[in-house]
């Protein structure tokens, strides 16, 4: 996906960096200082897995989910690299989803995850419980 939207910018002008999990430490160093010292780069693409760990992207006030991910918690933990502490303006969060996809229908995945993981919290959920629950899910991914 990264790359399909390197090429849209490319074509747009736009000046971008990236950050993906197979740069290796220098390389992600210099595409966040380029986010944050370099105002000529307008975007920093960052994969969900390389930004969801360890990363301070509060130079960023925009960011745009393009490919949701089946674990809800995995986007918010990549939003959540630019809500940090030293955020001082405010941030705009746009998940992008085409209707009738399978993108679309992991969006209902992503709310019975979030309700499997609040119910957890306060019941006493069996491991045939969650189970059950998955292949519910992976139906409805599929047979949408």
């Avoid at 290796?24 to 960052?46: G, T």
Wanted: contains cysteine.
């Amino acid at each position: 996906m990264l790359d399909k939207i390197e090429d849209a910018l490319e074509l747009s002008g736009i000046r971008y960096d990236r950050l993906d999990g197979t740069m290796r430490r220098d390389e992600r160093n210099r595409a966040m200082d380029a986010l944050k010292y370099n105002p000529a780069c307008e975007v920093l693409l960052v994969s969900l897995k390389a930004g969801g760990v360890g990363l301070n992207l509060t130079a960023a006030q925009r960011v745009y989910l393009m490919d949701p991910y089946w674990n809800p918690a995995v986007e918010n933990q990549a939003v959540d690299r630019i809500h940090r502490l030293g955020q001082t303006r405010p941030v705009t969060t746009v998940k992008l989803i085409i209707a009738n996809t399978i993108e679309a229908r992991l969006l209902e995945v992503q709310k019975k995850k979030t309700e499997l993981a609040n119910m957890t919290l306060g019941q006493n959920v069996t491991k045939a419980d969650i189970l059950n629950r998955r292949m519910e899910e992976l139906q409805a991914l599929f047979d949408g």
